[in-house]
Every structure is written in structure tokens, then in C-alpha cells.
């Protein structure tokens, strides 16, 4: 067993539990099966997590995202940027961040399968705040006029699900084995149908102000023939 500084041996007890959990979920993983991949004893990782929900907690927590992203985001919402500008990045970063990281996602949908207080609790501390950031700017567009009279974190809800609802038919259902797309294509397109639901009317007038054109012929070019099975 390799002599590491504290911290180090932590660290590596997570990168391995990360890929165990990762692959196998929070019930398929023993502490017995962490320490056998990481070189080391039983006891060892328990030296550092006292219990299996702890280390989970911490591989959860590791995929969070970091407080200077939070940060950039809630100065540019409280920023006069127009919300198709807006929303096209939210949904390219969410789209990066899940592709960069694909073992959060399993994670997220490990825990909430199979340990249901960590993934209230994981909510709870970390995405609760992105949804209320999202629904405060949406909630100041409704007070000038421009977002129809709906629930804010309802609205924001609803946007971040319908991209991560399309990052997980690709990535985990499969889907870019037959169908591929470019992902600021993706971004703008999911950002437009969102904004001319919520929009209003006056909004609706006048598409320049929340729409990107795209000329007819990038169009046509971004939109793949799926392969025939």
C-alpha cells in the first residue's frame, strides 16, 4: 500500500468510489469493493467517510458545480442581456457540463433511484439555487412586460428540463448512434422554442428581439438524416 498524505489518500478514494458508483450505482458498490480498488483496507475508508452515504455524499458533491460558476451566473442574469442571448448560453453550458462529465448524470440518477435522502439532499444544497437564480431573472421579465404571467420556477424548471431531457436521449439512451447534432445548434433551437412559448404577444411581434435567424441553408446543412437500423 503506497504511503500518501492524507488529503491524497481522500482524493483517491473518490476517484475510485466515483467510478465505481458511477458504473455499478450507489446499491451495486460495497466500501469492501472501494478499498480492494484503491490498494487499501476496509478500515482505511472508513478512516476518512465514517459511513458508505458519506462517501456518496462526497462523490456527489465533487460533480457540483463550482461557486465562481454560480457567481458568473447570477451577475450576468442581474446583466440587461437580451434572453435569447441568455438562454442560448445556460443551455450550451448545461449541455457542455453533462457531456464533459458524463458520470454526474449517472450519479444524479443513481442516487435519486436508489438513495432518495441523498438525492433530496443534493437538490436541496446545490440545484435548488440554479433554479431559483433562473426563475428571479424570469420573474423580473414578467414585471417589465416581456415573459407571460406564469410561474417563474415552473418556467425555469421546464427549460433546463427540456435540455437535459435531450443531453440524456443522446448521451444515455443512445440516441447519437443515429442521429447526431451540433450542440450550439442544439442551444439556440431549444432557447427559441422556449421563448416564443413564454414570450408575449408583443414579444411574438417582434422575433429580432429574442430570435436568432439562421439563413435557410444552415438550416438545412444542421439538420442530420438519421441512420436507418
Known sequence: MARLSSSDRKKQILEVATELFGRHGFDGVTTRQVADAAGITEA??????????DLYWEVLSAKSAPDEVKKRLEARLHDDVEPMEMFTAIALYVLNRNLQ???KSRLLLFSALENHRLSQRFFKTYMSEWYELLAGYIRRQ???GRFR?????????????????????QELFGANKYQTYDIEEVARTMASLWLTGICCETEHDH?????????AHDTEQSVPVPKRV
Do not use: C, Q
Request: net charge negative; proline share 11%.
Open 207 to 215: 422575433p429580432s428581439s429574442h430570435r436568432t435567424t439562421v439563413p
Open 142 to 144: 414578467i414585471e417589465e
Open 101 to 103: 462529465d458524463p458520470a
Open 44 to 53: 482505511m475508508v472508513f478512516r476518512h467517510f465514517p459511513t458508505k452515504d
Open 149 to 169: 404571467n406564469v410561474d417563474p420556477l415552473l418556467a425555469a424548471r421546464g427549460f433546463v428540463g427540456m435540455v437535459f431531457h435531450h443531453y440524456l436521449v
